[in-house]
């Protein structure tokens, strides 16, 4: 069964930084892109980034560009997202998902996604 599980959330000061985690069992994430999304109160979902399978490609919203950053742990099966800079407008659930199985590429679009984790949250206030 494939199971997606972040943690590292939590609340920070605005300017603070978190690195959140995302941890895969059920099957290998070798062969598989990771997205990353988040969701505030009363808002649609977001995707904030993406790293492809081979670790090679990314994709950020433009609302976190240079603030956040994606990477992945193949041999211990995780995903991470560094957030700095934290704003307020930051604060939201956030998510890992990933898409059906050797689905290699990215995607913005929540829709790509097959598996959800059960979101981390976010809070980021004075």
């Known amino acids: 069964q494939v199971q997606l599980v972040e943690s590292g959330g939590g609340l920070v000061q605005p300017g603070g930084s978190l690195k959140l985690s995302c941890l895969a069992s059920g099957f290998t994430l070798d062969y598989n892109a990771i997205g990353w999304f988040r969701q505030a109160p009363g808002k649609e979902r977001e995707g904030v980034s993406c790293?492809?399978?081979?670790?090679?490609?990314?994709y950020y919203a433009d609302s976190v560009k240079g603030r956040f950053t994606i990477s992945r742990d193949n041999l211990k099966n995780m995903v991470y997202l560094q957030m700095n800079s934290l704003k307020p407008e930051d604060t939201a659930v956030y998510f890992c998902?990933?898409?059906?199985?050797?689905?290699?590429?990215?995607?913005?679009?929540?829709?790509?996604?097959?598996?959800w984790g059960q979101g981390t949250q976010v809070t980021v206030s004075s």
């Open positions: 790293i492809s399978a081979s670790g090679r490609a990314t």
């Open positions: 998902a990933t898409p059906r199985r050797y689905s290699t590429t990215c995607s913005s679009s929540s829709n790509y996604y097959t598996y």
